[in-house]
């Protein structure tokens, strides 16, 4: 697609970027050019949330002819990401003592009116079935719901501080029809909580269907700051990922999920590692770590070929490494085929380094 005559390149640092998609307006569609999904995702991820941030969803619309086809992916993602995050709703109302009995369905009802006397726009009519089908595992799409409705109380129980579905709107094109998947983009900013951000390599056409999104579309030129060009194109783009995420394993991570449950489970290692921090080195630099003993000043990192499996990742990866080092911190590296795989190895590995860091310590 060619860029518009009338778009001004707008140099960015990449710090700002993620402010940028993160503070996009509830209710309106922000077209952005020049920074693609997987650089994006990067940023955020790495950005430290304040209390009350937004959270961004990262959503991938294909083979979709039709708006209802659209819409129904949509849906289905958000569904998918509410019953991962179960059972913490709407940020910070958990249900975890809630069993799938008739009392534990009488305390989730009362949680959410709890939650309801706070967030203005839960609506109990949806939200007490919706959690009747999480408690039983099942993904709250709840019947005979307009879509719109679906949206808006998916996207407060995914974050009632605001959610900015972000989607890859030129692959999207490419994939679907693109007059269906712009009017889906407009119909969720015009009827639900979210704001929208719709990504292209450069701005489309001023014709239609485009013309209606284009209105305030930036085209930027992201700065580095140390992290970018290592990362930009590297990560997987075509699932759906929710950022930022802060002090537990992520959600949507199997690999985080299944190395937490095994850490805890081990008697010697169950209380040592926070997962998903915040590190500030010797450097300057803020890196996030995936698990991190600080006692012991020890890290483990876990890598997915698909994310570390080139060159430029591969030389980022080593520098993070070498300014946690000068920090003090032992980094252990396992790759996400070996938890998968073996996870009895990787404990034991684990178990071998705090070994180590202890005997350092002593």
Request: glycine share 4%.
């Amino acid at each position: 697609m060619r860029r518009s005559a009338s778009s001004r390149e707008e140099r960015v640092p990449e710090s700002a970027t993620a402010e940028i998609v993160l503070g996009a307006a509830s209710g309106t569609v922000l077209v952005l050019a020049g920074v693609d999904a997987s650089l994006l995702r990067h940023l955020i991820d790495q950005l430290e949330p304040r209390a009350n941030t937004p959270r961004a969803l990262f959503s991938r619309i294909s083979r979709a002819q039709t708006t209802e086809a659209v819409v129904h992916q949509l849906v289905d993602h958000l569904a998918d990401t509410a019953l991962r995050l179960w059972p913490v709703w709407y940020n910070d109302f958990s249900f975890s003592h809630c069993r799938p009995d008739t009392l534990g369905r009488l305390a989730a009802r009362r949680i959410v009116h709890r939650a309801a006397a706070q967030i203005t726009d839960l609506q109990t009519a949806w939200a007490e079935p919706a959690v009747e089908l999480a408690l039983d595992q099942r993904r709250p799409r709840v019947p005979r719901v307009p879509a719109a409705i679906e949206v808006s109380q998916l996207a407060l129980a995914i974050s009632r501080y605001g959610l900015v579905l972000i989607v890859d709107a030129e692959q999207a094109c490419r994939d679907s029809n693109s007059s269906a998947v712009v009017h889906v983009l407009e119909w969720v900013a015009q009827l639900t909580p979210c704001a929208v951000v719709a990504l292209f390599g450069s701005l489309p056409p001023h014709k239609p269907p485009f013309d209606r999104i284009l209105y305030g579309a930036r085209v930027l030129i992201v700065e580095e700051e140390g992290s970018a060009k290592q990362t930009a194109g590297d990560g997987p783009t075509d699932e759906v990922w929710l950022s930022p995420w802060l002090g537990s394993p992520h959600p949507l991570s199997e690999t985080e999920q299944r190395l937490e449950k095994a850490l805890r489970s081990d008697k010697e290692l169950a209380l040592l590692f926070d997962c998903n921090q915040f590190i500030e080195t010797v450097r300057g630099t803020r890196p996030k770590v995936d698990f991190v003993w600080p006692p012991g000043r020890m890290i483990i990192e876990l890598d997915g070929y698909s994310s570390h499996g080139n060159r430029a990742a591969f030389m980022y990866d080593r520098h993070r490494d070498y300014e946690l080092t000068l920090t003090g911190y032992t980094v252990l590296r396992l790759a996400n085929e070996e938890i998968a795989q073996d996870i009895g190895k990787a404990i034991e590995k684990i178990r071998d380094i705090v070994h180590l860091c202890r005997s350092r310590i002593n």
